[in-house]
């Protein structure tokens, strides 16, 4: 059965302390893995698309990376203003929707 | 830039009302969805659509029925609301093409009481 999981369910950070988010997925015949973050109050953003183990995508402070078993979305010197819930959702061959984590919720204090 | 708006912000209604909740977008995507999400959950889809008059149940359809009549707007309908149906209401639209990323509404809160 496709799935996803992501880890921590929350990450409280000072500004400027870099970490990782988590998402591990089984899926038979992955077409894509996305990252997108969510403010309060809002839908879902955009941020990246990974298709093939190895893959390495940037935007300003974050990187997202891709291997057989998981993804990791790397914040570097984090600010304030990303404080977010960052969900990660697969595609894959079986299912043509996407499956979606329950997410992570970053908090970075002043 | 893709925009998709949704009617309400919030919605309170009472159990066994009819409920409509309105998505437009305006990039003449072909694909359109409807999520919910709840806490501790991923988004779950509902239906989808992908084209005209053409709708798809996704994982939770029941209880939930669809409309789209044109191809901007996508509507979501509850028959009979239930309180199980309390949540926050997410439509999104994406091209037709590969693995597009999706562009969401900034949702609805429904409460039913």
């Known amino acids: 059965e496709d799935q996803v999981t992501q880890s921590p369910e929350a990450l409280r950070l000072q500004e400027g302390e870099s970490s990782s988010l988590n998402c591990s997925y089984t899926?038979?015949?992955?077409?894509?893995l996305f990252w997108y973050r969510q403010d309060p109050g809002k839908g879902p953003e955009f941020l990246f698309t990974l298709y093939s183990a190895g893959e390495e995508k940037e935007k300003e402070r974050l990187k997202a990376t891709l291997t057989k078993k998981e993804s990791f979305l790397h914040i570097t010197a984090p600010k304030p203003e990303d404080s977010a819930t960052y969900l990660c959702a697969v595609g894959g061959d079986s299912n043509y929707q996407l499956i979606w984590g329950a997410g992570t919720k970053l908090i970075i204090k002043p | 830039d893709v925009k998709v708006t949704q009617s309400s912000r919030y919605l309170v209604k009472r159990t066994g009302e009819k409920v409509f909740l309105e998505c437009v977008q305006d990039m003449d995507h072909e694909n359109m969805f409807w999520y919910r999400q709840d806490p501790g959950l991923g988004l779950r889809l509902i239906y989808f659509?992908?084209?005209?008059?053409?709708?798809e149940k996704g994982d939770i359809p029941e209880g939930y029925s669809v409309s789209r009549e044109k191809k901007e707007r996508f509507s979501l309908i509850l028959e009979s609301a239930s309180t199980n149906q309390t949540s926050m209401y997410l439509c999104?639209?994406?091209?037709?093409?590969?693995?597009?990323?999706?562009?969401f509404g900034n949702g609805t809160r429904l409460t039913v009481t």
């Open positions: 899926v038979s015949g992955l077409r894509g």
């Open positions: 999104a639209s994406s091209l037709g093409q590969g693995e597009s990323p999706l562009h």
């Open positions: 659509s992908y084209d005209v008059k053409m709708k």
